[in-house]
């Protein structure tokens, strides 16, 4: 069982930045960001699949996902933030590669941090 962390979430205005990091009790190939805003269902946003990283339309060039594996971490450096990236984000993980973002495919999840984004 793969236990997942996230922190650095918080509350930013319009136009800031914000790091998320994923802390994972071993190393996975497949790291996803997903979000889920009030009301709305999970979204995924980023992944890293080994050394590849791929995002949605909606934040590319905006967020970056990246990966140290010595320290099983995997970061979301999140810029030029809009209200519309608010929600709860969770890193999700999966020794193979999931179908894309769909959440059933992906097998470990962390409990979320809360981006605020106002």
């Known amino acids: 069982q793969v236990q997942l962390v996230e922190s650095g979430g918080g509350s930013v205005q319009p136009g800031g930045s914000l790091r998320l990091s994923c802390s994972a009790s071993?190393?996975?190939?497949?790291v996803g960001w997903f979000r889920q805003a009030p009301g709305k269902e999970r979204e995924g946003v980023a992944r890293?699949?080994?050394?590849?990283?791929y995002y949605v339309n909606s934040v590319k060039g905006r967020y970056t996902i990246s990966r140290d594996q010595s320290r099983n971490m995997v970061y979301l450096q999140m810029n030029s933030l809009k209200p519309d990236d608010t929600g709860v984000y969770y890193c999700?993980?999966?020794?193979?590669?999931?179908?894309?973002?769909?959440?059933?495919?992906?097998?470990?999840w962390g409990q979320g941090t809360q981006v605020t984004v106002s």
């Open positions: 890293i699949l080994g050394g590849n990283s």
């Open positions: 999700a993980a999966d020794s193979d590669v999931p179908r894309g973002y769909e959440t059933t495919s992906w097998r470990y």
């Open positions: 071993e190393y996975t190939y497949s």
